[in-house]
């Protein structure tokens, strides 16, 4: 028997990246995988994937922002699959900028997508799990939440909240047996870091002690512990994913 054999796995902002890893990764653990991106179009080559690994997967065309779209899609989910078993809060956006610069569109981009998207998809999910008396809820947060960034307190400042948001819940659920908890990435190889140059990149290297920066995969491993009982005792926490770049 697979990890996750007869588990339901959401996992938002999946289309690429960090999210599409992760969907792989529990998909290939044995869960039957919803996969949700703000186009579903967007959804077709990581279904095409899921799919070549033989993997049930469903694919939503999810918004975080809206409560609602959230509330109908999450409903539609636990009638469709019968249950919801973890949820990856992974939708994620940056508008960087300093502070003097930053309009009020940027900072309520960034705070609207990350951290309220939480809240919508968490909120959403609560149901089902509070009712199963099981459930992980894994929030992508980021290392830029712990330590501040010059350039980012819009994103900083979601991702703080997505943190102090993650230990309330999991106070909240937690007689439930339902668990929540917050990854913290560093600095993770993208599109985004692949075009930097090579002295930029060392530069960045330099601050990290295991000297490379990380791969979604690395991600994705810290988010099937937390979301397989070998965590079961563990709520509440922020897992760094950093390479030791802040400890
Ligand atoms: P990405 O930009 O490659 O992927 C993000 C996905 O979220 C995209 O598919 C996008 O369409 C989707 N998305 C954006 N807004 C959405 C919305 N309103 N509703 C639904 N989906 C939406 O980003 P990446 O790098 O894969 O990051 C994933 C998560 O990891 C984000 O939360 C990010 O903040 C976090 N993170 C990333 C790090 C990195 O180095 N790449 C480091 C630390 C945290």
Same mark, same amino acid.
């Given at each position: 028997? /697979?990890?996750?054999?007869? &588990?339901? =796995?959401?996992? %938002?902002?999946?289309?690429?990246?960090? $999210?599409?890893? *992760?969907?792989?990764?529990?998909?290939?653990?044995?869960?039957?995988?919803?996969?949700?991106?703000?186009?579903?179009?967007?959804?077709?080559?990581?279904?095409?994937?899921?799919?070549?690994?033989?993997?049930?997967?469903?694919?939503?065309?999810?918004?975080?922002?809206?409560?609602?779209?959230?509330?109908?899609?999450?409903?539609?989910?636990?009638?469709?699959?019968?249950?919801?078993?973890?949820?990856?809060?992974?939708?994620?956006?940056?508008?960087?900028?300093?502070?003097?610069?930053?309009?009020?569109?940027?900072?309520?981009?960034?705070?609207?997508?990350?951290?309220?998207? /939480?809240?919508?998809?968490? &909120?959403? =999910?609560?149901? %089902?799990?509070?009712?199963?008396?099981? $459930?992980?809820? *894994?929030?992508?947060?980021?290392?830029?939440?712990?330590?501040?960034?010059?350039?980012?307190?819009?994103?900083?400042?979601?991702?703080?909240?997505?943190?102090?948001?993650?230990?309330?819940?999991?106070?909240?659920?937690?007689?439930?047996?339902?668990?929540?908890?917050?990854?913290?990435?560093?600095?993770?190889?993208?599109?985004?870091?692949?075009?930097?140059?090579?002295?930029?990149?060392?530069?960045?290297?330099?601050?990290?002690?295991?000297?490379?920066?990380?791969?979604?995969?690395?991600?994705?491993?810290?988010?099937?512990?937390?979301?397989?009982?070998?965590?079961?005792?563990?709520?509440?926490?922020?897992?760094?994913?950093?390479?030791?770049?802040?400890?």
């Amino acid at each position: 028997m /697979t990890m996750f054999e007869g &588990k339901t =796995a959401i996992i %938002t902002g999946a289309a690429r990246g960090i $999210g599409q890893a *992760i969907a792989f990764d529990l998909a290939a653990k044995g869960a039957d995988i919803v996969i949700g991106d703000l186009k579903a179009e967007w959804l077709s080559e990581t279904e095409e994937a899921l799919k070549q690994l033989g993997a049930s997967v469903t694919c939503k065309e999810l918004d975080v922002t809206s409560a609602e779209a959230c509330q109908s899609v999450f409903n539609d989910v636990a009638k469709e699959n019968g249950r919801i078993d973890i949820l990856v809060n992974n939708a994620g956006i940056t508008r960087d900028g300093i502070l003097m610069r930053m309009s009020e569109e940027d900072w309520d981009a960034v705070l609207t997508v990350n951290l309220k998207g /939480t809240f919508n998809c968490t &909120k959403a =999910a609560t149901r %089902t799990m509070m009712k199963q008396r099981s $459930g992980s809820v *894994i929030n992508i947060a980021s290392i830029i939440g712990l330590m501040g960034n010059a350039g980012q307190a819009n994103y900083a400042a979601s991702k703080g909240g997505v943190i102090a948001f993650t230990k309330s819940v999991a106070k909240e659920l937690a007689s439930r047996n339902v668990r929540a908890n917050a990854i913290a990435p560093g600095f993770i190889s993208s599109k985004m870091t692949d075009a930097l140059s090579e002295e930029v990149q060392q530069q960045m290297l330099a601050a990290i002690p295991l000297g490379v920066f990380g791969s979604p995969q690395n991600v994705a491993d810290a988010v099937a512990f937390l979301a397989s009982d070998q965590s079961a005792y563990i709520t509440g926490q922020v897992l760094s994913v950093n390479g030791g770049m802040y400890m």
